[in-house]
C-alpha cells in the first residue's frame, strides 16, 4: 500500500480558518496514495500560551503535570482538522501520541521515540481513511504521557512514516521550502531543490528552524525522503520545495528509531 505521511506545523494551523485549507490538500492527495497519515501540531502560539499559564500557577511546574498539559494543544488540533475533513464528506481520525502507539523514554519534557506500535490505525488506513496524530507527545514505558521538546512533531512524522513504511513524508511550512539564507529577510535568497541529510542537519544546526535535527537524524537512519514545501501551493507537483534524501542511504527493512 502506497503511504503518505504530512505534516502541518503551527504556521500552517495558525488559526481556524487554516484547516479547511489543510483538508483540501489532504483530500488532493488521496487521489495520489491510498494510505493518508497526518502529523499535526498546535496552533500557531498555543504552546506558548500553555507554557505562560503554566508558570502562573507554578514557576518550576512538575514536570509530568507540565507534559498533561502541554499536549492540550495538539489535540485542539488534531480534532479540528478531522471535523474540517468531515465538512468535505472525508472520513477521519484523530489520535494522541500514545493511541497511536508512540512509545517514549520516561524523561519528562525531552522524551526520546523508541518505537512505534500503530496497530490502532492501521484498519483506518488501510480502509481509506484519514488519519491524524498528535505530534509532539507519546507514551513511557511506564505509562505515562510524555512530551518530545520543541519541533518535537517533525520528529513525530518521521517515526510514525518508518513504521508505516511511508514513501515519503510532506512537511508543509510557510516557506517553499530550505533556503541558502532566510527569505524572509533576503528575498532573493536561493532555493534548494534537492539536498542530502547530513547537508540539511548542517543548515538547521546553524539555526535554520525549517526542520528539526532529530527529525532529519532519524530520516537518514531509515533512508526515508523529506519533502519540505509550502503549505500555500496545493499543487501535488514534486518537484516544487526541498527535497532531502540520497541514493545513498538505502531503506531499511525494520524501522530504527531513536537511542534512549
Not at 515519503?168 to 528575498?187: A, C, L, Q, R, T
Request: proline content about 5%; charged content about 25%.
Amino acid at each position: 500500500m502506497k503511504t503518505l505521511v504530512m505534516k502541518f506545523g503551527g504556521a500552517a494551523v495558525a488559526g481556524p480558518e487554516h484547516f479547511s485549507s489543510i483538508a483540501d490538500i489532504i483530500i488532493d492527495r488521496l487521489k495520489h496514495y491510498k494510505q493518508v497519515a497526518v502529523v499535526v501540531s498546535a496552533m500557531g502560539d498555543t504552546t506558548n500560551q500553555l507554557i505562560e499559564l503554566a508558570k502562573k500557577v507554578h514557576p518550576d511546574p512538575p514536570r509530568r503535570e507540565y507534559d498533561m498539559l502541554l499536549t492540550v494543544g495538539e489535540r485542539i488540533s488534531i480534532s479540528l482538522l478531522a471535523m474540517a475533513l468531515a465538512l468535505k464528506n472525508q472520513e477521519a481520525f484523530s489520535y494522541t501520541g500514545s493511541q497511536t502507539g508512540i512509545i517514549t523514554t520516561n524523561r519528562h519534557t525531552e522524551a526520546r521515540i523508541i518505537d512505534v506500535r500503530p496497530h490502532r490505525i492501521m484498519p483506518h488506513l488501510q480502509s481509506g481513511k484519514v488519519v491524524i496524530v498528535a505530534g509532539f507527545q507519546g507514551v513511557s514505558k511506564d505509562n505515562e504521557i510524555t512530551t518530545l521538546g520543541r519541533g518535537g512533531s517533525d520528529t513525530t512524522a518521521v517515526a510514525l512514516g518508518a513504521a508505516l513504511g511511508a514513501v515519503k513524508i510532506e512537511f508543509f511550512k510557510d516557506v517553499s521550502g530550505i533556503f541558502e539564507e532566510d527569505p524572509k529577510k533576503n528575498p532573493g535568497a536561493s532555493l534548494f531543490s534537492e539536498m542530502t541529510y547530513d547537508l540539511a542537519l548542517d543548515i538547521t544546526q546553524k539555526g535554520a528552524k525549517i526542520l528539526h535535527p532529530r527529525c532529519i537524524v532519524l530520516a537518514k537512519k531509515n533512508g526515508l525522503p523529506l519533502h519540505v514545501r509550502s503549505f500555500h501551493d496545493k499543487n501535488i507537483d514534486p518537484i516544487e520545495g526541498t527535497w532531502i534524501r540520497e541514493k545513498a542511504v538505502p531503506r531499511g527493512g525494520n524501522p530504527l528509531f531513536e537511542e534512549e
